[in-house]
């Protein structure tokens, strides 16, 4: 059974196979509804934008926006700061993290329920475990940046997560911390590979924010594998990524 529904600003969809498990792409999609309604930066009702108004004390936060921010604290650590979750004006975005801790935690949900064959993916963010209904691993394709009918290649993560962070679909968004908020112009499309769709996600948003030498500290960092498209439509990958293409 497969479903995709926009939420969160971007379609997510959700594949558990089955017809019977219709209760639990519900349960599924009203975790993201919830994760919205805690950590959407364009929401007034949310609780991040309460404590970016300054309307809710540190000792009130919930557990989930602490782990979320503690989590973006280890990842600045481990980036030389390149992720960083605070914007120049002060206010705290953590939509660069929260949408890989939020698609783990789906994934979580599905795998308790008993399900070991899924597929979720919100906004080209891929987690997926076991087969698909043929009976084969997943896949996920990259885009070409430049044409997004086009697929440019084609992954098999087979359990690992997969994250795509990029200029080409919501335009400038991500900024070098050390260059003052320079927008970043020398790559427009960096996927990470990693041991789950969060360590993707995470170790993406900051690669790209390192530009293009992005793809140098995903080469160099134990666990992952990257694929770089710059802004004269080169791609490099790292040394391990082809055999993550292969059937």
Known sequence: MRETRILMGMPITVDVGGASNGELIETV???????????????????????????????DWSGEMNEVLALARQTKDETDGYFDIRKPD????????VKGWAIRNAAAIVQRAGISDFFIEAGGDVQS???????????VGIRNPFNADEVVKIVYPRGRGVATSGT?????????PHGIGSPIQDIVSLTVIGADVLEADRFATAAFAMGRNGILFIEQTPGLEGYVVNANGRATPTTGFGALCLP
């Open 129 to 139: 475990c076991g087969k698909n209904a043929s009976g084969h691993d997943w896949s």
């Open 168 to 176: 080409y679909v919501r335009g400038q968004h991500i900024y070098n």
């Open 29 to 59: 999609f009203g975790y993201f509804e919830h994760i919205d309604r805690r950590f959407s930066t364009y929401r007034a009702d949310s609780e991040i934008s309460a404590i970016n108004r300054g309307d809710v004390p540190v000792v």
């Open 90 to 97: 002060g206010s705290l975005d953590p939509s660069g993290i």
